[in-house]
C-alpha cells in the first residue's frame, strides 16, 4: 500500500508533489475509496489520466478540504 510521506517532494522540489495517485488521496484524507472516486467523478477534485493510472491534483484536494472545515 502507498504512503503518502514516500511521495512527498523536498521542500525546494514542488512539482513531484503536485499529484498523487487515487489510493495516495484515500489516505491523505482518510476517505474510503467510494469518496475518493465519487470526488473525483463529480469534478469537485480535479483529476489528470495518465494511461490506466488516475492522478489526483494535491492542490485540489486541499481545497476541498479546506471549503468542507467550516473555517472562514
Not at 494535491?58 to 468542507?68: G, L, N, P, Q, T
Amino acid at each position: 500500500m502507498a504512503r503518502t510521506a514516500e511521495c512527498a517532494a523536498p521542500e525546494g522540489d514542488r512539482a513531484r508533489d503536485e499529484w498523487m495517485t487515487v489510493i495516495e488521496m484515500q489516505e491523505y484524507m482518510r476517505a474510503s475509496r467510494n469518496k475518493a472516486y465519487d470526488l473525483i467523478w463529480s469534478g469537485e477534485v480535479d483529476s489528470y489520466r495518465l494511461g490506466r493510472k488516475l492522478l489526483v491534483s494535491r492542490a485540489s484536494v486541499d481545497a476541498y478540504i479546506e471549503s468542507r472545515s467550516g473555517r472562514k
